[in-house]
């Protein structure tokens, strides 16, 4: 984050580094991790703190912090290109438009802990530590709690995740690579999308 502020000239990144690491204090603050989380905890997880207090590496900058909202609301991260003719030859042989593709889509009010956050992966397996985590629910959070994560660090078929796992005369074959993202619909207050993954041992997924 610091490289692209320094890059772009955009105060958003600063704002992001600052607002991660005062999550990672306020983690390290309820968790014992390890000497260095507790001090981190100890001393750097006030509201005004910023990384320009000890930071002074090349790619130090100093700018206004702005608030990336952008990222709020219903928002799909496009897949890739070159990862999507990567995920064609070597993952399983879908049709599906890279248009209509996504990586990661993140539902969110804003960047309040107490608030609703919500975070879909779109992609699965075609890489060397890929999970299969297409369609699936990979984080979900509100009033500071996590109450819905990633099952499985090493694991990555789908019965290791939020996920839906199909069988066919007992049988089970690989989630296919990519979800579609087939409507969204972005509302003040509310949201709704539909996804699918189709042609997965003979169901499409929706």
């Excluded at 105060?11 to 507790?38: F, I, Q």
């Excluded at 009010?109 to 530590?129: I, N």
């Excluded at 990633?150 to 049988?171: F, P, T």
Aim: glycine share 6%; proline share 5%; aromatic share 14%.
């Amino acid at each position: 984050l610091a490289k692209a502020a320094w890059y772009y000239k955009d105060g958003r990144y600063l704002w992001a580094r600052d607002w991660l690491k005062r999550r990672s204090a306020s983690v390290a603050d309820k968790v014992e991790y390890t000497p260095m989380a507790n001090h981190i905890a100890r001393d750097e997880s006030k509201t005004d703190f910023t990384y320009d207090g000890w930071y002074d590496g090349p790619y130090n900058i100093d700018l206004p912090r702005t608030p990336p909202d952008h990222l709020l609301g219903i928002k799909a991260m496009p897949m890739d290109e070159g990862l999507y003719r990567f995920a064609r030859k070597y993952g399983t042989p879908e049709t599906i438009p890279l248009g209509q593709t996504f990586d990661k889509m993140s539902w969110r009010r804003d960047f309040d802990p107490q608030d609703e956050y919500l975070l879909m992966g779109g992609f699965s397996g075609a890489l060397s530590h890929s999970h299969e985590d297409g369609n699936a629910l990979i984080r979900l959070t509100w009033k500071d709690r996590v109450w819905l994560a990633d099952m499985h660090y090493r694991r990555k078929r789908v019965d290791a995740h939020n996920s839906l796992l199909v069988l066919r005369d007992w049988k089970y074959k690989n989630i296919p690579t990519f979800t579609s993202l087939d409507a969204r619909v972005d509302f003040p207050t509310a949201g709704f999308t539909a996804t699918t993954v189709t042609g997965y041992n003979g169901v499409d997924w929706t």
